[in-house]
Structures are given as structure tokens and as C-alpha cells.
């Protein structure tokens, strides 16, 4: 599976947009990205997953880049409830158990 | 709602102690997961089972053994503890056809 690279940490003014940026430059062809959050004491929660077009569901937007070696994970409207981990994961379609988890990025909403 | 359930939110035992860790879930799904999650290292997979009595080892397996005798439960079980096992254990599970895991709110352990 494709590693990813996120930073380790960034802030968001509440009620602004929280833009998550991951980089998976060995991406291949039959892998999506899938990404995560994990609340303070809580297991991790799924919020969306894409291949090549960009996704959009209630929780957030999915870009994903043409030639698919990044993506951003946008929050439309931040608030403090979105402060966690969140964690970019790249996975092979017929490795279909396996995720691996990185040490994703803490965002802070702050008020 | 999928509801992934964990026996216990914290515990604590000795080393050398045998360890039982429970996963239930109640949504019929085929594929439960045991993880580990420390500082830094990110979450790392330890065994999943793709069905009753199945079972295969993840990337740390080393340690620990897993069961899974009905399709909702699926145990981790530390034959004899050791303080480097101190960790946050997750457990999730997944229904087949379907893209994401369903996770328990954790077991944090801690081995003296």
C-alpha cells in the first residue's frame, strides 16, 4: 500500500473551512483513499473515501488531485466538534482488510 | 446505527497475566479487526477474521492470539502480559461489499 504524508498538526477558526491536505505520491492505479477521524478517547470514525473523481457527502468533500498523488479533505464549516485526528489512508482494492493508519493530522477548531 | 462494543474501557493487570479482550458487534458483519494505536506509530493491525473460526495475522501478531467462535464476537487474548503490550486496543468490523470499519471505543491497558 501507498504511504502518506500529512502534517501533524493545524488550526481552523470555527464556522471557516478546514482543508486537510494528505500527499500519496506512490498512489497506484487501484488504490483509494479513505479517510478518518478519531475524537479525543473515541475509536476512529469513517468520513468519506474516493478513487479518482472528487466525493462529497454530508460529513465533507473529497478532492482528489487528476494525477492522484495528493488530496484534501475539506470541512465546509468547522466546528470545535470537528477537533481531531484526522488520518488519510490509501488502500488496495484486493487487500481489502488491511488499513494502515498513520499518525494523521490534529486539527483545532478554536472558537 | 452499527454499534461495535468493547468489554471494558480501561484495565489493568500484572505481567505474566492472561489477557481477554471482547469485540461485539451487532450489525452481522463478516470481518472484525483488532488494532493497536500508540503514540506516534499510528493504528497498527494485530489479527482480523473474515469469519467464524477464521482468522489472519496482521503486521504485529506477535504475542497474541485472537478467537472467534460466533460471527458477532471476536476476543484478543495476551497469553502472559508484558509491559510493551501497554496500549490502546481497538477492535472493528466491516460487512462484506461494504468500504468502512466500524470502530469500538477502545480498551486502554496498561501492564505493570
Known amino acids: 500500500d501507498a504511504k502518506t504524508t500529512q502534517p501533524p498538526s493545524m488550526d481552523c477558526a470555527e464556522g471557516r473551512a478546514a482543508n486537510l491536505p494528505c500527499n500519496h505520491s506512490?498512489?497506484?492505479?487501484?488504490?483509494?483513499v479513505y479517510w478518518y477521524r478519531q475524537i479525543h478517547s473515541q475509536g476512529p470514525q469513517y468520513i468519506i473515501h474516493?478513487?479518482?473523481n472528487n466525493e462529497t457527502n454530508e460529513m465533507a468533500s473529497l478532492i482528489i488531485t487528476e494525477d492522484r498523488k495528493s488530496s484534501t479533505l475539506i470541512l465546509p464549516h468547522a466546528t470545535l466538534r470537528d477537533t481531531a485526528v484526522y488520518y488519510c489512508?490509501?488502500?488496495?482494492?484486493?487487500?481489502?482488510?488491511?488499513?494502515?493508519f498513520g499518525s494523521g493530522t490534529k486539527l483545532n477548531v478554536k472558537p | 446505527d452499527v454499534k461495535v462494543t468493547q468489554s471494558s474501557r480501561y484495565l489493568v493487570k500484572r505481567t505474566g497475566e492472561k489477557v481477554f479482550l471482547e469485540c461485539v458487534q451487532d450489525?452481522?458483519?463478516?470481518?472484525m479487526f483488532w488494532y493497536r494505536q500508540d503514540p506516534g506509530l499510528g493504528l497498527r493491525l494485530i489479527y482480523f477474521?473474515?469469519?467464524?473460526?477464521?482468522?489472519e495475522k496482521g503486521d504485529i501478531p506477535e504475542g497474541y492470539s485472537v478467537s472467534r467462535e460466533k460471527k458477532e464476537r471476536f476476543s484478543l487474548i495476551l497469553e502472559s502480559a508484558s509491559t510493551n503490550q501497554t496500549s490502546m486496543y481497538l477492535c472493528?468490523?466491516?460487512?462484506?461489499?461494504?468500504?468502512?470499519?466500524?470502530f469500538g471505543p477502545g480498551t486502554r491497558l496498561t501492564v505493570t
Open positions: 489512508i490509501v488502500r488496495v482494492e484486493y487487500n481489502f482488510n488491511k488499513f494502515y
Open positions: 474516493g478513487l479518482k
Open positions: 472493528a468490523s466491516r460487512g462484506q461489499g461494504i468500504y468502512e470499519q466500524y
Open positions: 506512490t498512489i497506484s492505479g487501484n488504490e483509494y
Open positions: 477474521s473474515y469469519d467464524v473460526k477464521m482468522k
Open positions: 450489525m452481522d458483519h463478516e470481518n
